[in-house]
């Protein structure tokens, strides 16, 4: 599976590399701070490199100049990144290598499978659709299934059991309007730049199963994982682009980063509001403590 494919060499995950993955469909808010910061703390508490990957596959959804905002944000916050910055739009060719080489170890298949069609099977994708030949032509792309993970253990939130009948779903690849799905961006890309950790929201517990699954089957070894709870509302809802969540300021960063520490269950000295951004991450990192980020999924902040 992988001979056809040019990934990087692998060092084993013997050095801790991390990454941050913001996709440009808006700039960073609350509860992006706080991903990115336990990301980065994470990876330098490690004596880590973290590094910035931006999710770029889905121009649509994309904001003009927001991929710019947002290392400025970084920047300002000083969360500095240690290589260059990857963007998914340059990974088109490796993507489709990854496509190509799936299709060859007849490990895909082509699908037209509406969403009505698959509400109606109980909102799981019917796996005798594998057996029905499509053209290439408006279809989708979903892998076979075949390690349907769906139990692993998290950094943080600890043993986590996941929905079988979902981790078992053949899932897509390629979307019918051509767009790279999600779940073969991140994991070919964090193959491609070997990452050994992920740290990011508590709303992705289920597909990281899935991809867990897909690593096995491009016979890579995955990052571990921990999810940090999500920043939500009073009324429950994630704070979000897509929910207009306000910007971080990037003209007083002080207070949102003290903010986002307390968030993550660390104990930052009250006096440290009128310190350096410097000084404040250099605290974080040598004070950092995983065991401390708080366990549940979500915490209310309004």
Known sequence: MTSSVSWRPQNNKSIYRGRFAPSPSGYLHFGSLITALASFLDAKNNKGIWLLRIEDIDPPREKAGADKVILKALEAYGLHWDEQVLYQSQQTKLYREVLASLH??????????TRAQIKAHGGIHPTDCRYTQHDEEKSAIRVINRAKINQYTDIIQGDISCD????????????????????????????????SHVIRGCDLLEPTARQLSFFQQLNQMPPQYGHIPLAVTEQGYKLSKQNNALAININNPQPSLIAALQFLGQQPPIDMISSSVEEIIQWAINNWQSHNVPKQREISII
């Open 104 to 113: 060859t170890e007849k490990q895909s298949y082509y699908c037209q499978c």
């Open 164 to 195: 079988k009948n979902l981790a078992q779903e053949d899932f897509i690849v390629l979307r019918k309007d051509g767009l790279f799905a999600y779940q073969l961006a991140v994991v070919v890309d964090d193959i491609f730049q070997n990452i």
